[in-house]
Nanobody, 115 residues
Framework: QVQLVESGGGLVQAGGSMRLSCKASGRIAIAAMGWYRQTPENERELVASFGIGKRITYADSVKGRFTISTNRARDTVYLQMDNLKPEDTAVYYC??????????WGRGTQVTVSS
């Protein structure tokens, strides 16, 4: 059974920084890992992903502020978030996808940025 355990999140002031971590465990050949976020008003959206061939994708709204990375084993993904803005407030979900394009999700962690 694949499990994603997220850590980090919480409350931070605008302009501050925060780091999220997500470790995957279980029988899975990881093709991609990344972070999505969702607010009550919007659908879940991609924030950043680390894909096959180390291809990295960022949402336009976070480029230059967020950095995604993985450990050497590629079973843990990090999201360093700098210069946070109130509009970054959301529940952040860790995602991993296997080579059969099956998605797995973490339970989500709340990030709140106060103005």
């Amino acid at each position: 059974q694949v499990q994603l355990v997220e850590s980090g999140g919480g409350l931070v002031q605008a302009g501050g920084s925060m780091r999220l971590s997500c470790k995957a465990s279980g029988r899975i050949a990881i093709a991609a890992m990344g972070w999505y976020r969702q607010t009550p008003e919007n659908e879940r959206e991609l924030v950043a992903s680390f894909g096959i061939g180390k291809r990295i994708t960022y949402a336009d709204s976070v480029k230059g502020r967020f950095t995604i990375s993985t450990n050497r084993a590629r079973d843990t993904v990090y999201l360093q978030m700098d210069n946070l803005k109130p509009e970054d407030t959301a529940v952040y979900y860790c995602n991993t996808r296997d080579y059969n394009t099956r998605d797995y999700w973490g339970r989500g962690t709340q990030v709140t940025v106060s103005s």
